[in-house]
């Protein structure tokens, strides 16, 4: 863990590494359907072999680009980038002026918008508001299971990575890009994003 005063998006820790989705063979060299993802810094197999005709990858640089263009004309600060699980899933917090901190039961909470998906197939692109910033795996899993569980009040949108997973990131960039400006625009584009 390095604790930084700013995060930028370009110089952070994912993007010093991705996932690059190598072919598998059998041990006389015939080539198989499946492919696995070894991490570009270090060549270690990252979570286990995936059918590229069912799974579609969204590679850290993807993750963070889909990010950043949710973020633009946003007054925002990055709170908390990383990775758990020998870099299965990825992750970013990010502080909103626009959702201030509020007051309940005699305690002050934060609120995050939080961007979660994952390497090893443990969970699909989510993005949702959440007063638990990321930082680790236990609190990946908090914001995972109130996604999971449909208990997030506020923002919550995710994309499988199936198919043409573009098409979906662009439109979850415009309902992200919404719900971090006017809430009525946010609540027309979560209801189209949805429908």
């Known amino acids: 863990t390095v604790v930084r005063p700013t995060i930028p998006l370009d110089d952070c820790f994912l993007s010093k590494w991705d996932v690059v989705p190598t072919p598998l063979q059998l041990a006389d060299g015939t080539p198989v359907r499946f492919n696995v993802f070894r991490c570009s810094e270090t060549g270690e197999i990252i979570g286990r072999p995936f059918d590229p005709d069912t799974y579609s990858p969204i590679s850290n640089a993807r993750f963070l680009t889909l990010i950043r263009e949710a973020l633009t004309g946003t007054s925002h600060k990055i709170v908390s980038v990383g990775s758990v699980c020998r870099r299965g899933r990825i992750f970013v917090s990010v502080k909103l002026d626009s959702l201030?901190?509020?007051?309940?039961?005699?305690?002050?909470?934060?609120?995050?918008?939080?961007?979660?998906?994952?390497?090893?197939?443990?969970?699909?692109?989510?993005?949702q508001t959440s007063n638990v910033?990321?930082?680790?795996?236990?609190?990946?899993?908090?914001?995972l299971q109130q996604a999971q569980a449909g208990t997030v009040t506020g923002f919550r949108s995710g994309v499988l990575h199936r198919g043409n997973v573009e098409p979906k990131l662009a439109e979850l960039s415009k309902a992200v890009d919404a719900a971090v400006g006017v809430q009525a625009e946010f609540q027309r584009a979560l209801n189209d994003f949805d429908g």
Do not use: W
């Open 133 to 143: 910033c990321v930082v680790c795996n236990n609190t990946f899993r908090a914001n």
């Open 100 to 127: 201030p901190a509020f007051s309940a039961a005699g305690r002050k909470f934060e609120q995050y918008l939080n961007f979660l998906t994952s390497h090893d197939f443990s969970t699909q692109l989510i993005t």
